[in-house]
C-alpha cells in the first residue's frame, strides 16, 4: 500500500472521529442544559415533590425519555405516579430509615451513549427527589418542635388560669359577711389585670398567624360577598349585602374574622346594651368562652386592619377595615 491511499485513510478516519466528538459533545451539552432546567424548575417550584414531578416530563422528553414513574414514601405521606411502570423502566430504589424512593423512567432507547444519559438522569433525579424528601422532614419536625415548646408554654399559662378560676369559684361561695365581700373585691382589683395580660397572651398563641401555619395556602383574590352571603347562610340569618367589594389575603384569617362575629350574632351574643366588646373571657352565652370577636379583633389588627363596635339605638352595627392587599 502506497502512502498516497494511507493519507486519505487517515483523513477519513480522523473526520470520523471529530464527527463522533462533535455528536457526544451536542448530547453532552443538551443533557446538562436539561439537568440544570429540572434543577432550576425544582427551585422555582419551592421544592415541592407534588408540583415538581408532573412537570419534569416535558423535559424529560427531550432526553428521549418517554415516562417518569415514582413511589414516595416519607412519615405518613405517599405520593405515587398514576400510572404503571412497563416491564422495560430503568429503575433506582432508595430505603432509608424515614423514607423509601422508588423511581423509574421509560427510555426511548437504551443503547450507546442514551444508556449513559439515562443513567445520568436517573441518578440527577433520585438526587433533587431525596433532597425534596429531606427538606419535608425536616420542616415538619421543626414545626413539631415548635409546637411541643408551644404546649408546653401553653399549658404552664392554662393551669395557672384553671388554678386561679377554681380558687376563684371557692372563694365566691364562701363570701359570708361584708368584710370579706370587700377583701375580695380589693383582691380581685390586683389580681384581674395580672390575668388578663395571661389570658390575652394564650390567645394570642391560639389566634391564627399566617406566617407560621404549616401548610398555609398564600394570599389569594378573596370575594367578601360571596364569602358574607355563605356565611350567613351558613347560620341561616336574613342578610343585605350591597355592593362589590374583594381582597387579596389568606382566606383562612378573612373566614375567622367574620365567622365569629356572624355566629355571635347568630347566638344572641349581645343582647346586653353596657357589654364591653373584644373582652376576653367574657360572654353573656351559657357555655361560651367569650373569645370569638376579640379574636376576630387580634386577626384584623394582624392583617393591618380594624374592627369597631358603631353607636346604634337598637341592633349591632360593626365595622371592619381590611387592606386591599395584605402582605403576611
Do not use: C, W
Not at 342578610?239 to 384569617?253: D, F, H, L
Amino acid at each position: 500500500m502506497t502512502i498516497e491511499l494511507i493519507y486519505p485513510f487517515f483523513i477519513l478516519t480522523g473526520l470520523v472521529i471529530i464527527g463522533v466528538l462533535l455528536y457526544l459533545r451536542h448530547l453532552t451539552r443538551k443533557a446538562m442544559r436539561t439537568i440544570l432546567e429540572m434543577i432550576d424548575l425544582n427551585a422555582k417550584l419551592d421544592y415541592d415533590l407534588h408540583h415538581f414531578l408532573p412537570q419534569t416530563l416535558p423535559l424529560l422528553k427531550k432526553l428521549k425519555i418517554d415516562d417518569l414513574y415514582y413511589t414516595i414514601h416519607y412519615l405518613d405521606t405517599t405520593i405515587q405516579s398514576t400510572t404503571t411502570p412497563p416491564r422495560e423502566v430503568v429503575e433506582k430504589n432508595i430505603q432509608r430509615e424515614d423514607y423509601r424512593i422508588t423511581i423509574g423512567i421509560v427510555p426511548r432507547h437504551s443503547t450507546g451513549e442514551q444508556h449513559f444519559i439515562n443513567m445520568i438522569v436517573l441518578e440527577i433525579l433520585s438526587i433533587l427527589i431525596e433532597m425534596n424528601v429531606l427538606i419535608k422532614i425536616k420542616v415538619i419536625h421543626e414545626a413539631l418542635y415548635k409546637f411541643s415548646k408551644l404546649q408546653t408554654f401553653l399549658l404552664h399559662d392554662v393551669k395557672n388560669l384553671a388554678q386561679f378560676i377554681v380558687s376563684l369559684s371557692y372563694n365566691v361561695h364562701h363570701l359570708e359577711t361584708p368584710e370579706k365581700k370587700e377583701r375580695f373585691i380589693d383582691y380581685l382589683k390586683e389580681t384581674l389585670p395580672v390575668i388578663s395580660r395571661s389570658s390575652a397572651k394564650i390567645i394570642g398563641l391560639l389566634e391564627v398567624r399566617g406566617k407560621t401555619d404549616v401548610g398555609e395556602s398564600p394570599p389569594s383574590a378573596i370575594d367578601l360577598k360571596s364569602l358574607l352571603e355563605n356565611l350567613a347562610k351558613h347560620y341561616k340569618l336574613s342578610y343585605t349585602i350591597t355592593g362589590q367589594a374583594s381582597i387579596r389575603a389568606k382566606e383562612s384569617m378573612v373566614i375567622s374574622i367574620f365567622d365569629n362575629l356572624l355566629k355571635n350574632i347568630y347566638d344572641k351574643f349581645l343582647q346586653e346594651p353596657d357589654v364591653t366588646l373584644f373582652e376576653p373571657f367574657y360572654s353573656t352565652k351559657k357555655g361560651g368562652l367569650g373569645i370569638g370577636l376579640y379574636q376576630a379583633r387580634n386577626i384584623a389588627h394582624a392583617m393591618k386592619g380594624d374592627i369597631h363596635m358603631l353607636p346604634q339605638a337598637s341592633g349591632t352595627s360593626f365595622e371592619i377595615i381590611l387592606p386591599a392587599n395584605v402582605t403576611m
